[in-house]
């Protein structure tokens, strides 16, 4: 963090290699992190349960938007049974796991930021080392690897709340049989676009939870620089969230 | 020591949760043979077809254009190769006479495919696991439009032996091509 002296793409480089050698120093430390289970069910506890409520509200907006967002295109072409279809494809393959991904910024990204670096302010880490514990293994791993398991089965409930949003306005609003909606959605949907979603929302909880522990553990040990730090997270986080989603959409595409 | 209990189970149902969602979204969703098939409220009446087009299980089954029922089960008949569809009625609808006709209709020109029952004048009705015996085929569309070629072609020149395939419904599917 501290650079100092280096222009702007030296910096910006020599910060993609800090975040990828910090990424090396978690790896290499989540096996013994592992022989203290407690400590990552709290953390799957604090980013994905207390996550739960925003992600599956969230869900449930989405799909009734897109169940009308659908209806309203495809009643033009009067298929307005297929809309199963546009809500199933839109929620597995984008917006289920983009959308969670940036609420999972926004709600446990931020916290994991202004904790650790809170941590770091207030000098934590630095008696954890004074003892002979390393800090990135009880500290920094378990958060990592908390919100990498958290965020693909928000996901994944995301999507499910929202396909049933979307039968809400689509079935029981719109008159489309629900038949239709399920039974189109069901012949439509392969395998491969559900695993395509999945694949997505593993590499956001990737990306989203280094991007968080990364911030608080380099954050400037202030008020201010957590403050900073955590503001990083969202923007960084929801830039790279957008960014893999083109890269894998554009994979995925090209495969089929 | 409370707490910890209560955190460990939270945390347990979260991910007991997702990774049930997940399993929904691998096996409900895509055509896996592991799909759970809904619950079975009314009665059952098969009818034969000779081409379904895409008909679907879970299609819609209407009477008058009211959906009455959905469609339960396709299968093949090995020895006529025809298309056996089970149909299931909601029970309320119980009195449809059992002369009554069922053919595989179309939801617009891009729409799924569904069943439409035309009520025969027969006083006994279909019982549970009847066979409905007037059945109307779907339309393909790629037939009528090879029909309607032959038609064009043979009636060109000479027009003593076109012997129109299928007049009527040509002209119809002109206009709607014109859409």
Known sequence: MSAGVDSIPVAAIRRVGAVGVFLGQ??????AS?????????????????????????????????????????????????????????LLKELGPVVTALLFAGRAGTSLTSEIGL??????????????????RYVVAPR????????????????????????LIAVAQMGVDSGAYWSNMQNAVAL????????????????????????????????????????????????????????????????? | ?????????????????????????????PGSSLRIKGGDSGYKVLAAFDNIGDLKEGSPVTLAGVRIGRVEGIAIDSRTFKADVTLRIDRQYSEIPDDSDASIQTAGLLGGKYIGLTPGG???????????????????????INKLFANIASKGPDQQNGQAAAPTPAPAVVDKEKK
């Open chain 1, 26 to 31: 978690i790896l290499a430390r989540i096996p």
């Open chain 1, 192 to 256: 491969r676009d559900v695993s395509e979603g999945v694949w997505k929302s593993v590499a956001f909880g990737l990306a989203c939870s280094l991007v968080a522990v990364y911030e608080g553990f380099h954050a400037a040990p202030t008020a201010e620089g957590v403050g900073l730090a955590t503001t990083r997270t969202v923007v960084v986080s929801s830039v790279l969230v957008l960014l893999i989603d083109f890269l894998l959409t554009a994979a995925f595409f090209t495969n089929s």
């Open chain 2, 122 to 144: 027969s006083e006994t009705f279909l019982k549970d696991g009847g066979q409905i015996e007037l059945t109307q085929s779907a339309l393909v569309l790629e037939n009528l």
């Open chain 1, 34 to 90: 592992l022989g203290k289970p407690s400590l990552l069910i709290a953390q799957i506890y604090n980013a994905g349960a207390r996550s739960l409520v925003i992600v599956m509200m969230s869900g449930l907006f989405v799909g009734m938007v897109l169940g009308l967002q659908g209806f309203n295109l495809l009643q033009r072409f009067g298929s307005a049974d297929q809309v199963g279809v546009a809500v199933a494809l839109g």
């Open chain 1, 119 to 136: 941590m770091k302010a207030t000098d934590q880490l630095t008696a954890m080392q004074m003892m002979a514990v390393d800090p990135v």
């Open chain 1, 144 to 167: 990592f690897l908390g919100g990498f398991i958290a965020l693909p089965l928000l996901a994944a409930m995301f999507s499910i709340v929202g396909l049933y949003g979307g039968q």
């Open chain 2, 1 to 29: 020591m409370q707490s910890n209990r209560s955190l460990e189970i939270g945390t347990g149902l979260f991910v007991l949760l997702g990774f049930a969602a997940l399993a929904f979204l691998t096996t409900q969703l």
